[in-house]
């Protein structure tokens, strides 16, 4: 996906993004201390105001940003900086010379994953279509991840979160907010209940901290550290590696995975027959799961064998359930 060169700025904050910042870190100790209240969880979800800078968005494209953006819970001005680092909003709507088309640049088959059946070249269906895609990399949560997903260079997820802070009236701040640990557990939805609870209560809580070989904690964790110690906090003893991990628990069929449950894979230093890497199911209907992927990512939730799915993470060796 071309990109132009992203131009830079400063934007003056808001009363209301002031406020919501604020917020925020009363959201942060709240946290700590229980569970996230709605006027916590509403502060996660807020939308950026628009900086005078946004006022060189066409208008058309300005709604369908807005609105895609409050839907799937995105900052609108990430999607309208991709917009703009995509196509300058529709003034090069492709194809490019990988085959990319419309005003998001989708290629035709990422475009038959989160296209939705509409019209490839119509902001109206591209714009909410790549707030899908970001959605399934990991955003809000995890902007950086998704954007690189979008584009898979550093350059690029600068430039967009660049114009993002540009064209928000509370910078860069305002933008991130999102991606607090506070917002990351209330996208995650409800704990169940029981062991699986305290299991991924524990695992939601390192969510962005380092990735250290050899690490179990408590300020950075390796895969088979983060589900020993995820486990731990449930009262529930399992061995250190995650090949040792796979021997000890009980294999569960996919069909019958659940929340809490050990998902494997031989990794890069592993094989089918002793798994070099393991994650702990978040969702197994949409196939995410928490993990400490490797020194490039923190903590963080990613998909598995899924064909979007980061390498190393598809296919799936098999699921245990200790116990």
């Not at 997903?149 to 910078?171: F, H, I, P």
Request: aromatic content about 8%.
């Amino acid at each position: 996906m071309p990109s132009p060169a992203a131009d830079r700025g400063s934007a003056t904050i808001t009363l209301a993004t002031v406020a919501a910042v604020l917020l925020l870190i009363v959201a942060v100790i709240a946290g700590a201390l229980g569970g996230i209240t709605a006027q916590q969880a509403a502060a996660c979800t807020a939308q950026p105001a628009a900086s005078d800078a946004a006022a060189s968005i066409p208008a058309g494209y300005l709604a369908d940003f807005k609105q895609a953006g409050a839907e799937y819970g995105i900052p609108w001005t990430v999607l309208a900086a991709i917009g703009y680092e995509e196509s300058g909003f529709g003034a090069n709507d492709g194809p490019s010379t990988a085959g990319a088309l419309g005003p998001m640049q989708f290629l035709p088959s990422t475009w038959q994953q989160f296209g939705d059946g509409g019209n490839i070249m119509d902001p109206a269906d591209a714009i909410p279509a790549a707030a899908r895609l970001l959605v399934a990399h990991g955003a809000p949560g995890n902007l950086r991840q998704a954007i690189l997903a979008y584009n898979d260079a550093g350059w690029y997820v600068t430039d967009v979160l660049d114009r993002a802070a540009l064209y928000s009236a509370g910078g860069a701040q305002a933008v991130s907010a999102a991606g607090s640990a506070v917002c990351q557990q209330e996208a995650l939805g409800p704990l169940p209940a029981g062991a699986a609870g305290k299991i991924l209560a524990y695992a939601e809580a390192q969510l962005g901290k380092p990735y250290v070989y050899g690490a179990a904690g408590p300020d950075a964790f390796d895969c088979s550290g983060l589900a020993m110690m995820a486990y731990r906090a449930a009262g529930i003893v399992i061995p250190r590696t995650s090949q040792a991990q796979w021997v000890f628990g009980r294999q569960v069929p996919a069909s019958q995975v659940q929340p809490g449950d050990l998902v494997f894979f031989a990794g890069y230093d592993g094989t089918p027959a002793a798994p070099g890497h393991v994650g702990i199911v978040l969702d197994p209907a949409a196939h995410t799961m928490i993990n400490a992927y490797t020194s490039s990512f923190p903590v963080e939730v990613d998909t598995y064998g899924l064909p979007a799915s980061k390498g190393g993470l598809s296919p799936v060796v098999g699921f245990t359930r200790p116990s």
